[in-house]
């Protein structure tokens, strides 16, 4: 079967996410037969870049021997087992790392992004109506946030295209100012925009915190609103008046976790709370934490979130896994011999042991290799590389945070993503820009070579036509 062929039949036979399908008549979707490290190899043997790491899921390059000897292992034993009133080894191993690697101490599976933000918030609703308060049933969220596109997930994101057609059908939550640090008045600094955000949120807080169960964010990069990047104090703040209002912070570390803002989780990179004591002092800012360290140790996600959603990374880009992990006084309040105050939530494939496996491979991996350490090196590196797009005249908010890199396209016309990408394509870099935002999200095995192709590729797009006339 020839690329066409694959092209044809999926055309007919599918229905691709995030797609306008008509629009595949002029950027056709690209078949692809193997996978190689970051690279995807379509049925004639051509190469492509994968810049984006398969929709932010891959760490660690395609069919990566490690992960796969771990499933091939897995396969002899179990492929799934029903995880209420069962359980197995993979999953406790996996619940058992995770909570040592965040404080977070138990873990509740699901199967996909989404899927972990409705466990996330039904959790915190649940918890508030068995501590007696039914009232804070509602959530709040932050402009541009993306969440996932369940009903529940998408009324928590602020991304008019996938949300205002289904508006009828989603609950009503607030959303406050996005602390990206792009908003900058002329005089100001990320810093500063973190804390005018700050103020935005503890206003609202201050007024509606008896009838809110939880603010839910996406720690350091908005991935979806086009990789909004903002200074790590926000998490610090937005804790210190969670905790003050008794209000649950939700943290979506589905994007962000694993090593892709350069710390295994991006709430790590937070200030520890005597840090903003100065600015505490110094303005009407939110005072720190009880809960918290002190200047020079490190930050967990257990000083920050009450909830934290884990999924993309977390098998590698392997296969679909999520999970919810909590503090254990949440889930003490589930435990019950009621059984409708226990948290009765399902999905058939919670908890699958090979997604489990693959899971630990990732984790073995991350400390066999010294993932940190080595991204930091190949960031910097890049970001070097990088300058002379980041120098482009038609660059602007050139950003960068860990292993995600963006700018924004001046003077985009209309239909810039899909021609972006379309150009990309015929280069051999597979791409997909968010509106006029052009982003690399690589795989952690992104080599010399392979960082000098991409900034190539990218300076010859930018030199060229933005996009065909009248492409919409
Ligand atoms: C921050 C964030 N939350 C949730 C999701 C939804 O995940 P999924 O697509 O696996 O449902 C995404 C997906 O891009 C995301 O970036």
Known sequence: MSNLDWIQRSRAALWHPCTQMKHLEALPPLPIARGEGPWLIDYTGRRYLDAISSWWVNLFGHTEP??????????????????????????????????????????????????????????????????????????????????????????????????????????????????????????????????????????YLRAHADTTAALILEPLVQGAAGMAMYHPSYLRLAR??????????IADEIAVGFGRTGTLFACEQAPPALALLRSAQEGDHPTPPPRGEGPGERVRVADIADFVCLSKGITGGYLPLSVVLTRDEIYAAFYDDVTARGFLHSHSYTGNPLACRAALAVLDIFEQDDVLAANRARASRFTQLLAPVAAHPRVRHFRHTGMIWAFDVVEAPPGFARDFQRRALELGVFLRPIDETVYFMPPYVLGEAEMERLVEVTLKLLDGPCAPAGAI
Not at 87 to 92: G, N
Not at 177 to 187: E, G
């Open 66 to 203: 490690r992960i796969n000897a771990a499933l091939v292992d897995q396969l002899e034993r179990i492929e799934h087992v029903i995880l209420a009133g069962c359980t197995h080894a993979p999953v406790v191993e996996l619940s058992e790392r995770l909570a040592a690697l965040t404080g977070l101490g138990h873990a509740f599976y699901g199967s996909d992004g989404a899927s972990a933000t409705e466990i996330a918030l039904k959790m915190s609703f649940h918890y508030w109506k068995n501590c007696g308060r039914p009232e804070k049933a509602g959530f709040v969220s932050i402009k541009n946030g993306y969440h996932g596109e369940t009903l529940g997930a998408l009324s928590v994101t602020d991304v008019a295209i996938f949300k205002d057609t289904y508006a009828p059908l989603l609950h009503v939550t607030h959303q406050v100012m996005s602390p990206d640090w792009r908003q900058a008045a002329p005089a100001e600094g990320a810093e500063d925009v973190a804390h005018r955000a700050a103020l935005e949120l503890e206003a």
């Open 240 to 249: 210190a008046l969670c905790d003050r209002y008794q209000v649950h912070l």
